[in-house]
């Protein structure tokens, strides 16, 4: 039970982290962000060029994973969303647009860096063997590098002028403008930020789990089970829904281990089950 629970922290941390970014995206733009399972692809690859082939220090190649993302992101909001916002009044517009962008970045990936799977060397050697628990100290430490990161998080969002800003858009978009919030630097800075969680994700996993061109799409789908679980465009309903993910996929693991793919299965059936009693997930708003 000690090895199931330590399994699911530390994938529920993982997960936490990924679904911040897209939860952040949806609950400015309400926008779901198809492209976002291959952001974190491509944070992976950039940690894996610049640590893994150039042999810069890893905190190095993670924090270019993350200010590049966020560049992308950032130029995505400012020259495809906005301007697809603005001009349509159709909100499947920007679905299309953001699985046109998913697809985009699925082909640039794949003729940049192929379809063979990138690791890098390990970040930490060896293994804790404690209290029941095997697990090796390279997991302990992204996960305590995740766990860090959603609490620097929450902080940022509820002290600081920007994240007091992003959530008084998230609330009511035509009351926080009327207030003076500047909507498009406000709404490309949280765009931006989405997209830079996803590549500091992307750039941890890849010592642990490595990265392939083909693992966006799955990504996105995981991060979209989580803001569902936990409510769109609720940031404790996105820290909630990793860590309920994370338990769900261990125990399921560990329980269900010799029935192979049965684990997501019974995960999507136990979802729908959730969905139908309670639609806006635990602590959501109305999605649309």
Same mark, same amino acid.
């Given at each position: 039970?000690?090895?199931?629970?330590?399994?699911?922290?530390?994938?529920?941390?993982?997960?936490?982290?990924?679904?911040?970014?897209?939860?952040?995206?949806?609950?400015?733009?309400?926008?779901?962000?198809?492209?976002?399972?291959?952001?974190?692809?491509?944070?992976?690859?950039?940690?894996?060029?610049?640590?893994?082939?150039?042999?810069?220090?890893?905190?190095?190649? @993670?924090?270019?994973?993350? @200010?590049?993302?966020?560049?992308?992101?950032?130029?995505?909001e400012?020259?495809?969303?906005?301007t697809? &916002?603005?001009?349509?009044?159709?909100?499947?517009?920007?679905?299309?647009?953001?699985?046109?962008?998913?697809?985009?970045?699925?082909?640039?990936?794949?003729?940049?860096?192929?379809?063979?799977?990138?690791?890098?060397?390990?970040?930490?050697?060896?293994?804790?063997?404690?209290?029941?628990?095997?697990?090796?100290?390279?997991? &302990?430490?992204?996960?305590?590098?995740a766990?860090?990161?959603?609490?620097?998080?929450?902080?940022?969002?509820?002290?600081?002028?920007?994240?007091?800003?992003?959530?008084?858009?998230?609330?009511?978009?035509?009351?926080?403008?009327?207030?003076?919030?500047?909507?498009?630097?406000?709404?490309?800075?949280?765009?931006?930020?989405?997209?830079?969680?996803?590549?500091?994700?992307?750039?941890?996993?890849?010592? &642990?789990?490595?990265?392939?061109?083909?693992?966006?799409?799955?990504?996105?789908v995981?991060?979209?089970?989580? &803001?569902?679980?936990?409510?769109?465009?609720?940031?404790?309903?996105?820290i909630?829904?990793?860590?309920?993910?994370?338990?769900m996929?261990?125990v399921?693991?560990?329980?269900?281990?010799?029935?192979?793919?049965?684990?997501?299965?019974?995960?999507?059936?136990?979802?729908?089950?959730?969905?139908?009693?309670?639609?806006?997930?635990?602590?959501?708003?109305?999605?649309?």
């Open positions: 039970m000690e090895q199931v629970i330590a399994n699911g922290l530390y994938l529920g941390a993982q997960y936490a982290l990924i679904a911040l970014g897209l939860t952040l995206i949806f609950g400015l733009m309400n926008v779901l962000n198809f492209a976002h399972g291959q952001m974190y692809v491509l944070g992976g690859f950039i940690t894996y060029a610049i640590y893994g082939q150039l042999g810069l220090p890893f905190p190095v190649a @993670v924090l270019a994973s993350g @200010v590049s993302l966020a560049v992308i992101g950032g130029l995505m400012r020259y495809l969303f906005r697809v &916002i603005r001009r349509s009044h159709r909100e499947e517009s920007t679905m299309l647009l953001a699985a046109a962008t998913a697809f985009f970045f699925d082909a640039v990936i794949l003729l940049i860096f192929g379809e063979k799977q990138r690791g890098v060397p390990k970040i930490v050697k060896g293994v804790f063997h404690d209290f029941g628990i095997i697990l090796p100290y390279d997991r &302990i430490v992204v996960a305590v590098v766990a860090l990161m959603i609490f620097a998080f929450i902080l940022f969002m509820k002290y600081s002028r920007t994240g007091r800003a992003m959530r008084a858009l998230a609330q009511d978009r035509v009351a926080a403008q009327l207030m003076g919030i500047k909507v498009d630097r406000y709404t490309m800075i949280g765009f931006a930020l989405g997209a830079m969680l996803a590549g500091v994700v992307g750039g941890l996993l890849v010592s &642990i789990t490595g990265v392939n061109s083909g693992i966006g799409g799955p990504i996105s995981k991060a979209f089970l989580m &803001i569902m679980i936990g409510g769109a465009g609720v940031v404790g309903g996105a909630a829904g990793g860590f309920i993910l994370g338990m996929e261990s399921g693991l560990t329980v269900l281990r010799e029935y192979g793919d049965v684990t997501y299965l019974v995960i999507f059936a136990a979802l729908m089950i959730f969905l139908a009693i309670r639609p806006n997930g635990l602590m959501g708003k109305p999605w649309g």
